[in-house]
């Protein structure tokens, strides 16, 4: 008896044991199970505040290391100052002014170039270069009655009538209308406030940090501003066009049109032309606030020269001057 009330003793002694080894086991499991829910938690709940920072950080100063880069693309369009014990100073009456080598953006001259001002009909230069890049010469503009609408200087656009394009670019850099200008724009952009958007969105691409613009023709001065420096660096790129440079040099253009005027005959408003040994370019301007502009360029020996300035009472004779002080440089 002995013997056998012990080995039942023993034998419920191991039992307890073998029914509680399990319990204890899936217990340390669902331990371990919520330890490691905890841990993932916060793991996970890390991984998105190191991805966030990933993002706002890197990104921004990737992005800010790359603007540069962009800025110095646009920056090479002028190179300058000149160095002023080398240079003479000639008087202009111009409230701003410049003096440029149109192959190497060479500054060879300048006078308050960065003033901001009003320019006038100088915009068109911007309206001409965006529209030149969209419209075809042959192709067909249906002018918006808007066209007619618009104020001062402008050559008589029917509303609705179809024109050419290559017309209108005439009448835009010649004869500078101002109806031409609206024309474009809208047949360009779909509506005057887009291509004025087009036009303040390329001078930014251009790094024209003097600039903006509020028509596509300059007949409004408000809000209407550059600077000598930025209307020579957009005068650079514009001459790069080939149908831009043969516009912008013409002095008279018969012109054929539809009944009932049968045609039309524009006549450059740049006095440089034919004037100036060598000049072909590049535009005029005046309003009341504005005075006069005058973009000028000259080509001379294959060199080209260009000549800006601006609120000039004397335009056309400190452009003269200044063209000449251009040629008188030793080319770079």
């Not at 993932?40 to 709940?45: L, P, Y």
């Not at 003033?115 to 230069?125: D, E, G, N, Q, Y």
């Not at 656009?157 to 005439?170: G, M, S, T």
């Not at 408000?222 to 930025?230: I, P």
Request: aromatic share 6%.
């Amino acid at each position: 008896m002995p013997a056998g009330v012990l080995t039942p003793a023993v034998r419920r002694g191991r039992r307890p044991r073998r029914r509680f080894r399990p319990l204890f086991a899936l217990l340390a499991v669902v331990v371990a199970a919520a330890a490691g829910v905890v841990l993932f938690v916060r793991h996970s709940s890390a991984k998105p505040a190191r991805a966030v920072a990933h993002v706002a950080v890197v990104p921004t100063t990737t992005h800010a290391r790359r603007r540069p880069p962009a800025r110095a693309q646009a920056a090479p369009l002028l190179a300058g100052p000149p160095g002023s014990d080398r240079v003479p100073r000639p008087r202009v009456a111009a409230r701003a002014a410049i003096v440029v080598e149109q192959a190497t953006g060479r500054v060879l001259w300048a006078l308050h170039v960065h003033r901001r001002l009003p320019i006038a009909s100088t915009t068109k230069i911007m309206t001409a270069f965006i529209a030149l890049r969209q419209l075809r010469s042959g192709d067909v503009v249906r002018v918006s009655p808007l066209v007619a609408r618009v104020p001062l200087v402008k050559e008589g656009l029917r509303p609705r009538e179809r024109v050419r394009a290559w017309k209108l670019f005439d009448g835009l850099l010649m004869y500078s209308g101002n109806d031409d200008a609206l024309a474009l724009a809208v047949a360009t952009a779909g509506t005057r406030r887009a291509f004025v958007a087009d036009m303040n969105d390329q001078a930014r691409e251009l790094g024209l940090a003097d600039t903006h613009f509020s028509s596509p023709s300059g007949v409004i001065d408000l809000d209407n501003y550059s600077s000598a420096w930025d209307l020579a660096a957009l005068t650079r790129v514009a001459l790069r066009n080939p149908r831009f440079r043969r516009i912008v040099r013409t002095r008279i253009a018969h012109v054929p049109w539809s009944a009932p005027t049968y045609a039309k005959v524009y006549v450059n408003k740049n006095p440089l032309l034919g004037s100036y040994r060598g000049a072909n370019g590049v535009k005029t301007g005046w309003t009341t606030l504005a005075g006069h502009c005058l973009v000028a360029s000259a080509t001379r020996d294959g060199r080209t020269i260009v000549a800006v300035v601006l609120h000039d009472a004397n335009a056309t004779a400190d452009a003269r001057r200044l063209l000449d002080l251009g040629f008188a440089t030793a080319p770079s």
